[in-house]
Every structure is written in structure tokens, then in C-alpha cells.
């Protein structure tokens, strides 16, 4: 199964649960005004996938990056706008051109695998925005699943 396939049916699995009430508790869903928050709610023994939950305040977003490796990413509450990018130039001077862009309200899920998973992800709404991550990597020993971060081309 390739990754993409991978992260394509996690996302089957991870849908239903977006619908769940009460699947977070008080703590797990504190943001804080310095940026978003990771809560890391599950690492499989053996580190082959991480659960994160994170917490958007209004306007809060992500710096353009990529992964390490396969995501699936679903809207628990509020409201996530995703730019998407394509990375030009030699290794060193890169850039990342956009190539498109949309919003997903709650309930919505995404699975994107490395290489072509270069996005900002930004809380589009006036609330408090949640969404899950399912990783197939070991965020609690690595602390973050960001592979790399890029200057966007102006």
C-alpha cells in the first residue's frame, strides 16, 4: 500500500470520529496565544503512527512546510483554510509558489502524503478551530511531524 493509499484509508476510519461530542477533554482543547497548540493524544507502540490534536485561536496559522511523512487531517470544530504550494528553485534558494486553496469546515477530512504535501494551514474562522492528525510517524519522539519550512516566492 503506498502512502498516499495509506493515508487515504486512515481518513475512512478518522471521519466518524470528527462527529464524536465528547472525544476531547478540557485540556486538549487549550489553545494558547502565542500559536497554535499540538496536544499528542496517541503514539503506537513501535512509533508507526501519532494521533495529534491541534488547537487553532482565530487567525492563528502554520509557517509554509512540508512533512515527514503521510498525514491525514480531519476538522473536529470550527473552520481550517489550506494554501497549497509547489517548491521552485536549487536546493538553498527555494520557494514556494501556490498552486491553489480552500477552506474545510468541520467534519471535512484530507490525507495528503510527501512528496506535493507543502501547505500553510490557517484558522479561517472567529472561533476556536480543532482539527485531528493522524501521522505515520513517531511525534512524540520527533515533537513535530514538520519536515521543513519554505519562503513563499513574491
Do not use: K
Not at 536549487?90 to 506535493?116: H, K, N, Y
Amino acid at each position: 500500500m503506498s502512502d498516499q493509499q495509506t493515508a487515504d484509508a486512515v481518513g475512512r476510519e478518522l471521519r466518524p470520529v470528527l462527529a464524536v461530542p465528547d472525544l476531547l477533554g478540557a485540556e486538549q482543547r487549550r489553545g494558547s496565544a502565542d500559536g497554535y497548540t499540538q496536544h499528542l493524544l496517541h503514539v503506537e507502540p513501535g512509533g508507526s503512527f501519532s494521533v495529534v490534536a491541534l488547537v487553532w485561536l482565530p487567525g492563528q496559522a502554520t509557517a509554509v512546510h512540508d512533512h515527514v511523512s503521510w498525514c491525514t487531517v480531519g476538522v473536529y470544530q470550527g473552520c481550517e483554510s489550506e494554501v497549497r504550494y509547489r517548491i521552485t528553485g536549487p536546493p538553498g534558494r527555494q520557494r514556494a509558489v501556490e498552486t491553489g486553496s480552500g477552506v474545510s469546515p468541520a467534519g471535512t477530512v484530507s490525507a495528503l502524503a510527501p512528496p506535493g504535501d507543502v501547505h500553510r494551514v490557517l484558522n479561517c474562522g472567529t472561533s476556536t478551530a480543532i482539527s485531528l492528525h493522524v501521522y505515520g510517524a513517531d511525534v512524540g519522539v520527533l515533537g513535530s511531524s514538520i519536515r521543513r519550512t519554505y519562503q513563499e516566492a513574491g
